[in-house]
């Protein structure tokens, strides 16, 4: 006679088959799962908290890098922190290009060096910008010759004077240009199997964009790294703000530039003749009337009204009407 299974009976065969389908399930999905390999030899000797910090330096080099370029080569120009990687130095060399335009440097009192990379297109928009060019030439020859180096002395310098600007709020530290190279075999900062931290930074001018590449080899970075506290993070004030046009930055620096303003007192007609016949005494008779307004002019553009007078012993205008959209 066949075994007649219970109710409990049943329902644990039923529990133990659905367990069995689960746990077989679970494997399947262990076994999709993708292995991820890990390198222990990561070169993360910079904390995400000093990276946070370090992006906040650059952001306001970039700022400040930003109204140089504008004011140098009177164009629009943004900067952006495109990256900041910590990688090793092997894998840097194998990234730049072949003739490349490379600055190393160092900061001074310490053991801290680097290289400054810039883009070739992008040093050469920068040479002849600075030569008074339209910078939309291009050179077949990407080699960088003694004498663009030159021309470029004035950005690298200025960069360096920004680098040290923007590190303040870390220390004091004073940045110094070694050599230029045009190959980055002969540009050792560190050994191939170190670690560098990398800043990439995007600099858009117009509808161009181009790469400038800022690396540090970090193994003698430590001094600085631990005085990156907390407090110092608090005190940065990121100077990069959104909603900032190119119309903004370029009337910031146009109300700082000098005008020459000249003073009309009157007019009249003289012949040649007259003019001639003119010695010293002579009197020339003007149109004006005594209680006429002087013009005050920039080149052909009537800009105010005003009465001549004395103040402090000095000759001077009393301006006493607006008139900026009067033309002669």
């Not at 390198?39 to 700022?63: M, T, Y």
């Not at 004011?71 to 730049?96: C, G, H, P, R, W």
């Not at 040479?127 to 050179?139: E, F, M, R, S, Y």
């Not at 003019?275 to 800009?303: F, Q």
Request: net charge negative; proline share 2%; with cysteine.
């Amino acid at each position: 006679m066949a075994e007649i299974l219970s109710q409990q009976e049943i329902d644990q065969l039923l529990d133990n088959i659905k367990s069995g389908q689960e746990q077989k399930n679970e494997e399947q999905s262990d076994k999709d799962k993708e292995a991820v390999l890990f390198d222990f030899r990561l070169p993360n000797r910079i904390s995400k908290h000093q990276l946070r910090i370090i992006r906040s330096i650059c952001d306001n080099f970039g700022e400040s890098f930003t109204s140089f370029l504008v004011t140098k080569l009177q164009t629009a120009v943004n900067i952006n922190v495109a990256s900041i990687d910590q990688i090793y130095y092997s894998e840097y060399v194998l990234s730049v290009s072949n003739p490349a335009c490379l600055y190393t440097f160092n900061i001074k009192n310490t053991d801290i060096k680097g290289i400054l990379e810039l883009n070739n297109d992008l040093a050469f928009l920068f040479v002849d910008k600075l030569l008074g060019g339209n910078g939309l030439t291009t050179k077949q020859v990407k080699v960088i010759t003694p004498i663009e180096q030159r021309v470029l002395q004035v950005i690298v310098d200025r960069i360096m004077y920004d680098l040290k600007k923007s590190w303040q709020i870390i220390d004091d530290l004073e940045f110094e240009i070694e050599k230029f190279e045009p190959d980055i075999d002969f540009a050792q900062i560190t050994s191939q199997s170190e670690s560098v931290l990398l800043i990439s930074f995007e600099l858009i001018m117009g509808d161009q964009s181009y790469m400038m590449n800022v690396c540090f080899a970090t193994f003698a970075f430590d001094s600085i790294l631990a005085k990156m506290t907390t407090q110092k993070l608090s005190s940065i004030k990121s100077t990069k703000y959104f909603g900032v046009t190119s119309r903004e930055v370029l009337s910031k620096h146009l109300a700082q530039t000098a005008v020459p303003i000249n003073v009309e007192f009157g007019t009249t007609k003289l012949t040649v003749k007259e003019i001639m016949e003119l010695e010293v005494g002579d009197i020339i008779k003007l149109k004006n009337k005594v209680h006429e307004e002087h013009k005050i002019r920039t080149g052909n553009r009537l800009l105010f009204l005003g009465r001549a007078g004395v103040l402090n012993n000095h000759k001077a205008i009393k301006i006493t009407e607006k008139v900026f959209e009067k033309k002669l």
